[in-house]
Each structure stands twice: as structure tokens, then as C-alpha cells.
């Protein structure tokens, strides 16, 4: 290892150290239709695990007051399916995860998804909260995430036992999903030192063939052009075979675009807004997506 590099890391590691935060969860799971114990019939809630780095004591420092960070790496989801969101909680139960005897249940606001994509939310602490909440063992509890209606101002779970089914009536629309998850706590009036990946826009897709595949919007396997007005969209060294486009809320566009020569056009005259383009090259081994802004 260069001595650079060494002292870069070293340097790294001093500052991460000297951070009031810590990681609440950094996870990759799917969120799919099941009986989720002890939830019976909740498909909208899945119990989730605290990572190893959360104190117990969320008062020295104060986190209570501090300030959370979201990022969501929305790996897949159905086709089509449904612009939705997702919600995140903190429980304390008698016993743990029961969701019986219900000490607090505290929610942050819902954060919209309307196709595979990276998504980042900010919101400071305390979030809306039901029951009295200790934050002394704050630690103690447990994260849960809830999958929602999108744009539905949070109010709407996709089904639970005790409001029966919300949204449309198909679930298949919205489920399974499956997600990278990653929620950071930043102590009041600290700066929230982010790991070198955190806005980066690069997640990962699923091949035909279940191969995990590295995606970079824009910049690495896919190339964006504007030529007259139209965007052009290409494939480094592959052709596209095949090509899906969707607008901003997740809706399939059929018109204003075309493909030809191997190359995805979207014409001058579609309407302005933001478009994904979903592409696959013509060895079928290769999906990947670009966020184009007209």
C-alpha cells in the first residue's frame, strides 16, 4: 500500500471517529407478500435489526435532538408497479417485537419511490411519536420498516390487519421490492460525516440470468446525449436490444421515443420532466437504467 493511501485512510478513520453519529441500519432485504410474525397479515410492516454501532443511551450525546439520514438503494420492483413509499420506525414492545404492550412507536416522515432509483431523506429528531418515549434506551427497541401508498402523505399502508387493504387492490403492484436500506443518527449540532458512497447515485440491478450487476447511471456502462433536443442513450460497447421508458411517477411511456441502431432516442417534442430509461444489451445478460432530466 502506498504511504498515501495509508495516511488517507488513517485520516479517514480519525475524522469518522471524532463524528457524533453512529449507524442505525445498513441492510439489504426484500420486501415481498408474507405473513410477517408477529404481524400476522401485516405485509405493509417488516421487523428490521439495529446494526452493531447503536448505544443503548441516545441522551450523551443528544441524539434525541439530533438529526436522522436515509438513503434508499431501491434495487427492484414489479412490473409495472405502483409509485410508492417508504416509512421508518422505532418500537419498543413488552416483550421485544411483539407489538404488544407498546411503549413507543416512532415514525419518520414517508419518503416517495416511484421507480428503482437512489433516494435520500433528511429529518431532524425527535419524529412523530406514539407513547412516551425513553431515549435512555432508546438502544433497546427496534427498526421497522412500513411500505406505503406514494404521494399519499404517509397515510396509507399497502395492507395491515387492523385498517384492512389501503391503495390498490392489487398488491402484486407493489410487492416484492427489494431494497438497500441505510439510516445514519447525527447528534444534535453535529455534522453528518458521509461515507464516501452516500450521494452517489451507482446501486445495483438484476440480470436475466440472476447475475448481480454493478449500475452507473449516465457516466460508466451508459452514455447521454443531446443531439437537436432529443436525449440519445447508448450502451459502451454493447448494443440495446430492448428498452422500457417510465416517467417520473412510475408510468410507462408509449410514445415520444424510440429505439433503432442499437440506441434508445427520446424525441424533441416528448414532454419535459424526468425519464428513466430501463435497457437490456443483446447478449441478454445486462439490465441497467439512466435518469435522463428534459
Keep these: 500500500?502506498?504511504?498515501?493511501?495509508?495516511?488517507?485512510?488513517?485520516?479517514?478513520?480519525?475524522?469518522?471517529?471524532?463524528?457524533?453519529?453512529?449507524?442505525?441500519?445498513?441492510?439489504?432485504?426484500?420486501?415481498?407478500?408474507?405473513?410477517?410474525?408477529?404481524?400476522?397479515?401485516?405485509?405493509?410492516?417488516?421487523?428490521?435489526?439495529?446494526?452493531?454501532?447503536?448505544?443503548?443511551?441516545?441522551?450523551?450525546?443528544?441524539?434525541?435532538?439530533?438529526?436522522?439520514?436515509?438513503?434508499?438503494?431501491?434495487?427492484?420492483?414489479?412490473?409495472?408497479?405502483?409509485?410508492?413509499?417508504?416509512?421508518?420506525?422505532?418500537?419498543?414492545?413488552?416483550?421485544?417485537?411483539?407489538g404488544n404492550g407498546t411503549q413507543w412507536h416512532m415514525c419518520h416522515n414517508c419518503s416517495d419511490f416511484p421507480f428503482p432509483a437512489v433516494y435520500w431523506h433528511e429529518q431532524e429528531l425527535p419524529w412523530w411519536t406514539y407513547g412516551t418515549a425513553d431515549w435512555s434506551i432508546m438502544g433497546t427497541g427496534?427498526?421497522?420498516?412500513?411500505?406505503?401508498?406514494?404521494?399519499?402523505?404517509?397515510?396509507?399502508?399497502?395492507?395491515?390487519?387492523?385498517?384492512?387493504?389501503?391503495?390498490?387492490?392489487?398488491?402484486?403492484?407493489y410487492l416484492p421490492i427489494t431494497v438497500r436500506w441505510t439510516t445514519y443518527i447525527v447528534a444534535e449540532g453535529?455534522?453528518?460525516?458521509?461515507?464516501?458512497?452516500?450521494?452517489?447515485?451507482?446501486?445495483?440491478?438484476?440480470?436475466?440470468?440472476?447475475?448481480?450487476?454493478?449500475?452507473?447511471?449516465?457516466g460508466a456502462g451508459m452514455e447521454v446525449r443531446h443531439v437537436h433536443g432529443a436525449a440519445l442513450v447508448k450502451l459502451r460497447g454493447a448494443s440495446i436490444a430492448r428498452a422500457s421508458v417510465f416517467a417520473a411517477d412510475g408510468s410507462n411511456v408509449r410514445s415520444g421515443w424510440r429505439l433503432r441502431d442499437g440506441c434508445v432516442a427520446l424525441q424533441a417534442g416528448i414532454q419535459p420532466g424526468v425519464y428513466v430509461v430501463r435497457v437490456t444489451d443483446t447478449g441478454g445478460n445486462r439490465?441497467?437504467?439512466v435518469v435522463i432530466r428534459q
Excluded at 495516511?7 to 407478500?33: G, K, P, W
Excluded at 446494526?51 to 431501491?74: F, Q
Excluded at 427498526?143 to 395492507?159: N, T
Excluded at 458512497?197 to 438484476?206: L, V, Y
Design 1 to 98: 500500500m502506498k504511504l498515501s493511501s495509508f495516511c488517507a485512510m488513517l485520516l479517514a478513520a480519525v475524522v469518522a471517529a471524532s463524528a457524533e453519529q453512529f449507524l442505525l441500519i445498513d441492510t439489504v432485504f426484500e420486501f415481498s407478500i408474507q405473513d410477517n410474525p408477529p404481524y400476522n397479515g401485516w405485509e405493509s410492516h417488516m421487523n428490521l435489526q439495529f446494526s452493531d454501532s447503536v448505544p443503548e443511551d441516545w441522551t450523551s450525546p443528544n441524539y434525541a435532538n439530533g438529526k436522522s439520514y436515509v438513503r434508499y438503494e431501491i434495487h427492484s420492483m414489479p412490473e409495472p408497479h405502483m409509485n410508492s413509499a417508504f416509512q421508518m420506525c422505532l418500537n419498543k414492545d413488552n416483550p421485544p417485537g411483539s
Design 142 to 173: 427496534y427498526p421497522q420498516a412500513v411500505l406505503k401508498e406514494g404521494g399519499s402523505a404517509c397515510s396509507k399502508p399497502i395492507a395491515s390487519s387492523w385498517s384492512g387493504w389501503e391503495g390498490h387492490p392489487d398488491v402484486s403492484l
Design 190 to 218: 453535529d455534522e453528518f460525516d458521509k461515507p464516501e458512497w452516500w450521494d452517489s447515485d451507482e446501486w445495483f440491478g438484476a440480470s436475466r440470468a440472476g447475475r448481480r450487476t454493478s449500475i452507473r447511471p449516465a
Design 287 to 289: 439490465s441497467a437504467r
